[in-house]
């Protein structure tokens, strides 16, 4: 546990520090802002109904602690030949299946380890990264394997957050008797009321776009550059070897917590079609 922490603390302060202080930077100023204008966080504040402030607090608390989890946790990184420690070698593994049918282990170019099926070299990592799906700028961390559900989780609370930041923000919008006027008075305010909309915006999408995926149980990387992949561009443009049906993706993706190894689910599927 120790050791997680001095790794993760590391992490923060080797890559990525300028984002992470900009994002956390933002929030906490939008969200003093909406504390001190009057909006319905405020005006409760002076009824003594402390409910809803401190539900809304706790909720920004919970998302900045998800977005540095998943920033700064190990999102699947190859440290080793594929399955060595786990099945024997890699090359024992590799014979057991036939060639024929599912495409040759990858050594990769720039780390020399042997990649599992559906790993990808990131190159602003530096790391190879099982079931990769993309490099995020905005967490300034691969989404892979182990980092990719909690990725999901952050967004749904992040877009509570932000439909609630959003309502709060025109609860204290406030008429004035000309235009200049109502600038000044709820200047602020718009500038907090623009970020979050397009944040917002931003969310919506994102979340959208990964839950089409996981219903398919397909990455980002391999929607995008299915012609490029070995054991993807030889399949019809519909086919996908790894889809079990939206229940079976959705459940295997939040519930099953376990490394897969996607050769043998690749050959079961290639091999016995439905």
């Known amino acids: 546990m120790r050791c997680t922490i001095i790794k993760m603390a590391h992490n923060m302060f080797r890559t990525g520090f300028l984002v992470r202080a900009t994002h956390t930077l933002l929030t906490w100023a939008i969200t003093l802002t909406l504390f001190l204008h009057n909006t319905d966080l405020r005006r409760c504040e002076e009824r003594g109904e402390l409910l809803l402030p401190a539900l809304f607090f706790l909720l920004v608390v919970l998302s900045v602690l998800l977005y540095f989890a998943i920033s700064l946790m190990d999102p699947g990184f190859v440290l ?3 399955f060595k420690g786990v ?7 590799e014979s057991m299946l036939p060639q024929s049918s599912t495409p040759r282990q990858r050594r990769c170019g720039y780390c020399l380890l042997q990649q599992p099926m559906r790993a990808k070299h990131c190159q602003t990592c530096k790391r190879c990264v099982r079931r990769f ?4 700028p905005w967490i300034e961390n691969c989404v892979g394997e182990r980092n990719h559900r909690w990725f999901i989780i952050y967004l749904v609370v992040q877009l509570l957050t932000l439909l609630w930041a959003l ?3 025109l609860s204290g919008i406030s008429p004035s008797v000309s ?3 109502w600038v000044q008075a709820n200047g602020f305010l718009l500038v907090a009321l623009g970020a979050i909309g397009v944040f917002s915006v931003v969310v919506v999408l994102l979340l959208g776009c990964h839950l089409y995926l996981v219903s398919i149980n397909c990455t980002t990387w391999e ?3 299915r012609h490029r992949i070995s054991y993807l561009k030889n399949c019809g443009d519909d086919d996908n070897p790894f889809d079990r049906g939206v229940f079976c ?14 050769e043998q689910v690749y050959l079961r599927n290639t091999l016995n079609p439905v």
């Open 80 to 82: 080793t030949d594929t």
């Open 87 to 93: 099945q024997g070698s890699s090359e024992e593994t």
């Open 133 to 136: 799906d993309h490099h995020c």
């Open 167 to 169: 309502h709060i923000a």
């Open 179 to 181: 235009w200049e006027l």
């Open 223 to 225: 929607f995008m550059s």
């Open 249 to 262: 993706n959705l459940w295997d993706f939040f519930c099953i917590c376990r490394t897969v190894i996607w």
